[in-house]
């Protein structure tokens, strides 16, 4: 028999296609994480922040999750309008227009919209896995 109490151990990150299906479906609030490739401290998020089990309990029951990564030459649909990459700025689109803080993206960016897609949190540094509990409160 499986072990339903067992912690769950990852993030259920979703593509931007299942996000379409799934906010269409259930408005919650999302956790949208910028990075790229060569990220050190992207990484680090990912290996304690996102590691934490309070945290992805908290992010997997109450918001949707996706990983954008800032490089990414995909065109990704994002309720109802397309973003691409931008040659001439060296990110994608989508990217720039979630993760922009005083005319600049810098990684990792950690964006929160509400259920009604406004931005109501930005941070454009590590979120230790401190403040990410005092956030998703």
């Keep these: 028999a499986l072990d339903t109490s067992a912690q769950e151990t990852t993030i259920s990150w979703l593509s931007f296609d299942e996000l379409?299906?799934?906010f269409k479906e259930e408005q919650k609030p999302i956790l949208i994480f910028i990075h790229a490739d060569w990220c050190k401290f992207c990484k680090m998020q990912e290996?304690?922040?996102f590691?934490?089990?309070?945290?992805?309990?908290?992010l997997n029951q109450g918001y949707y999750t996706i990983k954008l990564n800032a490089e990414s030459k995909k065109t990704v649909r994002f309720f109802g309008r397309e973003y691409s990459y931008d040659q001439e700025g060296g990110f994608h689109q989508l990217a720039t227009y979630l993760g922009n803080s005083?005319?600049?993206?810098e990684l990792p960016t950690t964006v929160?919209?509400?259920?009604?897609l406004e931005p109501i949190y930005r941070k454009s540094a590590l979120v230790s896995q401190e403040e990410m509990k005092v956030?998703?409160?």
């Design 47 to 49: 290996n304690t922040t």
């Design 51 to 58: 590691k934490d089990s309070l945290i992805i309990a908290k």
């Design 135 to 137: 956030i998703l409160k």
């Design 112 to 116: 929160l919209l509400n259920e009604r």
């Design 20 to 22: 379409n299906i799934h």
């Design 102 to 105: 005083n005319g600049k993206l």
